[in-house]
């Protein structure tokens, strides 16, 4: 299998170092389990939490997405409302941030790692590791 380019493994959640493993377990429609990580890259042996709390920083960008999600659907509330009250508001962000919230969380994560870890055409494949 070919190495993805930088935005098919973004978009694909492969391994930045490799660009070939999985990174999380399940799919993000996957309600219980769509935050699920592997420890370790299944093809380079990657490790993605490169520090104890690495993933707290994720928060910072997943911050962001609900900044955006809340001024987007603040936006198409306005547009489709004359004058609504403030509890419409109220209640279309909650459904859109709940609605969101999967992929948010799992793109914080990617961002963060993709942010830090630099990709490595030629990382070794290994055998097997556990964990
Ligand atoms: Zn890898």
Aim: proline share 7%.
């Amino acid at each position: 299998m070919n190495p993805s380019t930088f935005l098919q493994s973004f978009l694909k959640a492969k391994c930045p170092h490799c660009r070939q493993g999985e990174i999380y377990t399940h799919s993000p429609l996957n309600l219980t389990k769509f935050g699920a990580m592997h420890k370790h890259c299944a093809h380079c042996g990657y490790r993605y939490e490169i520090e104890p709390g690495f993933f707290f920083g994720a928060m910072y960008v997943s911050y962001a997405f609900q900044i955006a999600i809340l001024i987007g659907s603040g936006i198409l509330v306005s547009l489709f409302f004359k004058e609504p009250p403030i509890w419409v508001y109220v209640v279309t962000v909650a459904f859109f941030i709940v609605l969101t919230f999967p992929f948010s969380f799992r793109f914080s994560r990617l961002i963060w790692l993709y942010l830090f870890v630099n990709y490595e055409p030629n990382a070794p494949k290994i055998e097997k590791r556990k964990g």
